[in-house]
């Protein structure tokens, strides 16, 4: 079967500030800069693109800003890329987030305080860090 369990998975978002998302998601969470494309102010039609993922994993954010066609992030507080941890979040790790852009909330679901940390992004999107694994078999 051409889809199946190893197919790589972009996740794509609007993006009011790439140069912010990067801080947040490469210097703040560690993901590597996979793909980008700067877009200029002057070209319609053309959009800015910050692909970020780990080299080794099945999937990445495509965080995308055209400067001519704005299109607003409309995050809600279930919006949510989840990563399970499998262990405790390091402090520092959350204090990095918050120092490039993230802020720490609380989410509407008790699971998601009980069981691990939710930081939004800079356009307001959910980051949980999950103190559990998760397997799919």
Known sequence: MPV???SHIRIARPSRDLAAAERFWVEGLGLDVVW?????DDAPGEHGLLMVGW?????????VHEPSALVEPRPTEEDLLVIYADEEVP??????????GGKRVQ???????????TIEDPDGY???????GWSNS
Not at 36 to 40: K, T, V
Not at 91 to 100: F, N, P, S, T
Not at 107 to 117: F, I, L, R
Request: aromatic share 8%; glycine share 6%; charged share 30%.
């Open 4 to 6: 199946g369990g190893r």
């Open 36 to 40: 980008r494309h700067d877009a200029r």
């Open 55 to 63: 080299p080794d994993a099945d999937w990445h954010l495509e965080l």
């Open 91 to 100: 402090q520092d790790l959350v204090e990095r987030l918050e120092a490039h």
């Open 107 to 117: 989410s509407p679901n008790p699971y998601w305080n009980e069981w691990g940390v």
């Open 126 to 132: 959910r980051l949980v860090l999950c103190i559990r």
